[in-house]
């Protein structure tokens, strides 16, 4: 099945994705509860981002309506280029949320198979679907064929190691018409531990003929997304929990590219990163209305130890009820940042834990 191809010339930095170009191939993995509009517009801000991809959203939530889904793709014009991710375990429902989202103008559509979510895989979606081939072909197949926007994948190496069906399935999933795939090189039984494989996304690179493979796992910096490329020969990298450790990660690698790095490549001054905060809480309050007090309490210690803020204004993060009370935190956070020693908050995305069929 031939693609449709981009309608202009491509450059150097950036890639087409079926006949969609995106700017960049630096691209935000979705995090689910995190990389929700207000996060996504704020990190566009800051430049250099490309594709973004929302949460999962379960295909039969969203064909019915529901108050959780709309909010999942609840986006802005200035939100582009995005796929809205979607899973089932029930093909059909897939492919009608596909068409539902395509007639509602979404420019691209994603299938999740790499969730190692129980309550995921347990209803047949996620990365269970890597473990049948024939099924996953069918559904991949129901998807493609019914819309014309460009259908993409994300999946994880394989079930276990023993099952490592990504390289196959990928060149499946290409001959039935996917415009890309996106690799996390780890399989579901590994959950969130070990190391993402980059022999592991080079074999799927190396098992398609001609769609983009998107490397994804463990980018913290621009030079783990410049290796990731380098060792797998992947056309782009999505980047998830580092671009929540360092939103500039995609304005830096964009510098890189077009040799700027030295002259503009500086880590963001404290007061860019407290604007940062404002911002991302401003878009959500945009969104959310009163509601965002709440939303944004989970990124509290992430901003605090970010920035170095004082414990008893981070805790303040964690408990407002107001907007007035957020402007009135952040005029104290700006008064005295940097008075706590600040640590890398690696482990403040939470990631799944213990056995994962109890996940
Ligand atoms: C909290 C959290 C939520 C996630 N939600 C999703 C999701 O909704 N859809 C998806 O395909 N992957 C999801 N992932 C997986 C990430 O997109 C990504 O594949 C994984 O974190 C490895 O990349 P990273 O090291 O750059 O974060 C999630 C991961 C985490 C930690």
Redesign the pocket.
């Known amino acids: 099945m031939s693609l449709p191809q981009c309608p202009v010339e491509r450059k150097p930095t950036s890639i087409c994705i079926g006949a969609r170009e995106i700017p960049s191939r630096y691209f935000l ?7 929700q509009l207000a996060f996504r517009m704020a990190v566009r801000e800051l430049g250099g981002l490309g594709l973004a ?4 959203v379960q295909a039969t939530m969203l064909l019915s309506g529901r108050r959780k889904s709309m909010d999942l793709i609840a986006t802005t014009p200035a939100d582009r280029p995005l796929s809205i ?1 979607i ?1 089932s375990g029930k093909p059909r429902e897939l492919a009608r949320a596909a068409k539902w989202l395509e007639d509602h103008g979404y420019e691209g559509v ?1 299938i ?1 198979m ?2 190692p979510m129980a309550k995921v895989n347990g209803q047949g979606g996620g990365a269970r679907l890597m473990c049948d081939t024939e099924d996953a072909c069918r559904t991949v197949a129901g998807v493609v064929n019914g819309v014309q926007i460009p259908v993409t994948v ?1 999946m ?1 190496l394989g079930w276990d190691a023993d099952r490592i069906t990504a390289p196959a399935l990928a060149r499946e999933f290409e001959q039935l018409g996917i415009a890309a795939v ?1 690799i ?1 090189g ?1 399989t579901r039984q590994q959950g ?1 531990h070990g190391r ?1 494989s980059l022999d592991g996304i080079r074999a799927v690179v190396e098992a398609v003929e001609g769609i983009p493979v998107v490397g ?5 910096t621009p030079a783990d997304a410049l290796r990731m490329r380098r060792e797998t020969g992947c056309a782009a990298v ?7 450790l360092d939103p500039w990660i995609f304005r830096r690698l964009a510098l890189i590219e077009s040799d700027e790095a030295g002259s503009t490549n500086a880590d963001p001054s404290p007061e860019e990163q407290i604007d940062f905060l404002v911002r991302h809480f401003t878009l959500m309050e945009q969104q959310h209305a009163g509601y965002a007090c709440i939303l944004f309490r989970k990124f509290a210690g992430w901003y605090g130890a970010r920035l170095g803020i004082p414990e008893d204004l981070e805790d303040r993060l964690r408990r407002f009820e107001s907007a007035g009370e957020f402007s009135e935190i952040v005029e104290q956070i700006r008064a005295r940042h940097g008075q706590r020693e600040s640590a890398t908050p690696t482990a403040l ?4 834990n213990g056995p994962n069929a109890l996940w």
């Open positions: 993995a979705p995090l689910a509860g995190y990389t991809t929302t949460d999962l991710q899973f994603d999740n790499g969730c994300k994880r996106t996390h780890r969130f993402a994804n796992g463990d980018v913290r999505a980047i998830g929990r580092g671009a929540m995305v939470k990631t799944p």
